[in-house]
């Protein structure tokens, strides 16, 4: 019999499985996929952004904005640098914090899985499970592999983003079956569809600029892309995560440039149309939608001071109200899931049933784009194998 059995073979199941492991914990880690990791290796264009150098606690998303800051403050992002560097992982920065293999992906599963093996860690890949019950102190997992059981289990099993590499919404079924509550899953860091009505993004495909894009009290300055269907690139991922349907997105075209920029143009540069002053800042394309949508023909010298006023007004607040999203098949992580009120935000152990714990993106915590997710696996996942370390050795 092993001490705990850990659902999921994801960043936070192995990182959970690694920590309890080599604490002298008997480990058993279930995962239906064939191989470990799938996540980690599609991540960051398969270099793994397996950190964020400021993941702080308040860039996470949650009902209860304090739940993370236990985990994150007990497993730093400095504390898994260390990790890689110990196994000689070359990585850079590459933005904003973000930090990178130079190789693979690969690397960091093999890390984990090194880690694991240090732990004495046992896996049953391929396996799917068929049923999850608990009586007399004890979980018991029905899987097509045969039936294992353990005083301690662990829902590592994320949320359902990115379903063509298996997620699905299991972890929140085993939590409900043990009465924990879920805040309403959705997608986070995905991209926007607007509707067929809005003009401006449908010549512009392909097209990217720096911008600031705000949803609600949350504003981010990062690229945006237009796509076929509406809006992505990082600036927008960002706040999707703060989205809520039916309401309107504000972005700023011109971050750098002042209120009165299009009236100093007037002065400057009195016989070029709109569509130059605004291709000097933006890309061509960009620059002659946006001029086009104004409407203000005529060389600068022709506009009035307070249609210039309006006109900036606009392009440093222009409003899309998106439809939708592209989904829990475009989305990184989901945002929501099994609520923190019922967990514990130092172990990340149930509160009213002895032995549970939940970890990474399967709880209610979502970072920012950038590495911050996998740092909450990390910090999450050590958080619960000391605490299952704590339960087998007391």
Sequence with gaps: MHDVIILGAGGAGLFCAATAGQMG?????IDHNQQPGQKILISGG?????????AVPDRYLSENRHFAR???SRYTPADFIDLVRRYNIAFHEKTLGQLFCDGSAKQIVAMLMDECAAGAVDFAFGTAITDVSHADGLFTVTTTCGVFTA????LATGGPAIPKLGATGFAYQVAKQFGLKIIPPRPALVPFTLPQTENLFRE??????EVVAKAGKAAFREAALFTHKGLSGPAMLQVSSYWRHGEAIAVDF??????????SAKRQRPKAGLKSVLGSALPERLATALADTLGLPGDMASQKDANLAAAMQRLKGWAFRPDGTEGFAKAEVTAGGIDTAGLSSRTMSANHIEGLFAIGEAVDVTGWL????????????HAAGLGIAERVHK
């Design 25 to 29: 914990v008997r480990a058993l880690v």
């Design 46 to 54: 398969g270099r793994c952004n397996f950190t964020n150098i400021g």
């Design 70 to 72: 236990s985990a994150l």
């Design 151 to 154: 005083p301690n289990l662990v």
């Design 204 to 209: 512009l495909a392909g097209v990217a600029a």
């Design 254 to 263: 011109l971050p750098d440039a002042p209120a009165d920029w299009l009236i």
């Design 370 to 381: 950038g590495g911050y997710n996998f740092q909450w696996a990390w910090a999450s996942g």
